[in-house]
Antibody, heavy 120, light 112 residues
Framework: EVQLLDSGGGLVQPGGSLRLSCAAS????????MSWVRQAPGKGLEWVSG????????YYADSVKGRFTISRDNSKNTLYLQMNSLRAEDTALYYC?????????????WGQGTLVTVSS | EIVMTQTPLSLSVTPGQPASISCKSS???????????LYWFLHKPGQSPQLLIY???SRFFGVSDRFSGSGSGTDFTLKISRVETEDVGIYYC?????????FGGGTKVEIK
């Protein structure tokens, strides 16, 4: 059974940093691309970043480019999102999401989400 | 980026009755590989989104055959043949032909 366990969220001040983690199990982790998708309070879903199965290709939404870094440790079956220079508009529930393929970025499974609140 | 437009914003359905949601994309979702990268998700209250339909019309593992998807190019439809109480939530379409992945604004389905 595919499981994605998101963690690392919390309350952080504007300008601060946070690192999210997503522990994966139930599938061969290096064989699949992964993404982070967020949902701000009362809003819809927004794709944030994606990473190929090998980790060699990374992609970002314009809203987070230069501030967020996606990475993975295939030896630990874990996906990360390093978030720097956080802004109030980054407040959201962050989901990690698995792709059904190694290099493409559709979504078939979602984590349970971890809440990030950026506020002073 | 590709804009996804869903209608209606909300639906109130009597159990046992059908429901239909439309999704239109600003560009064709037909890839040169012959596949059309349109997906449907259901986001139930307090849960993570769950995949219902991939590539326009293929039901994901364990998804009831009450759900069906259709369409081509830029116009797509999700149909629920007989709505049940467990179907309440927000339905989203998503395109995966190009980055950034983009989602429709959502259709909230509730039971009358």
């Amino acid at each position: 059974e595919v499981q994605l366990l998101d963690s690392g969220g919390g309350l952080v001040q504007p300008g601060g940093s946070l690192r999210l983690s997503c522990a994966a199990s139930g599938f061969i982790f290096p064989n699949y691309a992964m993404s982070w998708v967020r949902q701000a309070p009362g809003k819809g879903l927004e794709w944030v970043s994606g990473l190929s199965g090998s980790g060699g290709s990374t992609y970002y939404a314009d809203s987070v480019k230069g501030r967020f870094t996606i990475s993975r440790d295939n030896s630990k079956n874990t996906l990360y999102l390093q978030m720097n220079s956080l802004r109030a508009e980054d407040t959201a529930l962050y989901y990690c999401a698995k792709s059904p393929v190694a290099e493409g970025f559709a979504v078939d499974y979602w984590g349970q989400g971890t809440l990030v609140t950026v506020s002073s | 980026e590709i804009v996804m437009t869903q209608t209606p914003l909300s639906l109130s359905v009597t159990p046992g009755q059908p429901a239909s949601i439309s999704c239109k994309s600003s560009q064709s979702l037909l890839h040169s590989d012959g596949r059309t990268y349109l997906y449907w998700f259901l986001h139930k209250p307090g849960q993570s989104p769950q995949l219902l339909i991939y590539e326009v019309s293929s039901r994901f593992f364990g998804v009831s055959d009450r759900f069906s998807g259709s369409g081509s190019g830029t116009d797509f439809t999700l149909k629920i043949s007989r709505v049940e109480t467990e179907d309440v939530g927000i339905y989203y379409c998503m395109q995966a032909i190009d980055l950034p992945l983009t989602f429709g604004g959502g259709t909230k389905v509730e039971i009358k």
